[in-house]
């Protein structure tokens, strides 16, 4: 009986370790938690500034200018370190957005590898690619006119 209580014991200890080198550890979860929400609020961000562009027909100066008490929308700031994310208009319909990411996404070895072409009709000339490495990453958008229309007045 003694050995028998050893033998479960052992196999308990050997199921948890097995567990951190399948899973990860629980810092290492946290980690990709914070880039994963650092992915959704890039996300989010993209669209209100594909709202703002709408609406007023060009892109906005600063992050700041997407804020809108009304709609309760708040500019998200990153859940780890609690600072800004980095915004750059770089054209009449191209932004850039960054955030510094702790740890490689998933398929991040092949960021570099060739991709195929986008199918006709993408909103974004780039896609959706929110891969990154374990650094600071920025994801330069293009606005296709073609897709996005910007909303006429309604007078």
């Known amino acids: 009986m003694k050995y028998f209580v050893y033998v479960v014991i052992a196999i308990v200890a050997a199921s948890i370790v097995a567990g951190f080198f399948i899973v990860g550890s629980p810092r290492e979860e946290r980690l990709r938690r914070f880039d994963e929400q650092r992915v959704q609020d890039l996300q989010f961000l993209q669209s209100e500034i594909l709202n703002f562009w709408q609406a007023k027909g ?7 200018d997407i804020r809108d008490d009304i709609r309760g929308i708040s500019i998200p700031k990153d859940p780890q370190t609690n600072s800004d994310y980095g915004y750059t208009s770089k ?11 702790v740890r490689p996404s998933i ?18 000339l780039g896609g959706q690619n929110w891969e990154h490495g374990e650094s600071k990453m920025c994801f330069e958008r293009t606005i296709d006119k073609d897709f996005y229309k910007v909303k006429g007045s309604l007078r």
Request: glycine share 8%; with cysteine.
């Open 58 to 64: 060009k892109l906005p100066d600063s992050l700041a």
């Open 91 to 101: 054209g009449p319909e191209t932004f850039e957005l960054c955030a510094v990411f």
């Open 107 to 124: 398929g991040s070895s092949e960021m570099n590898a060739p991709k195929p072409a986008m199918p006709r009709g993408e909103p974004f």
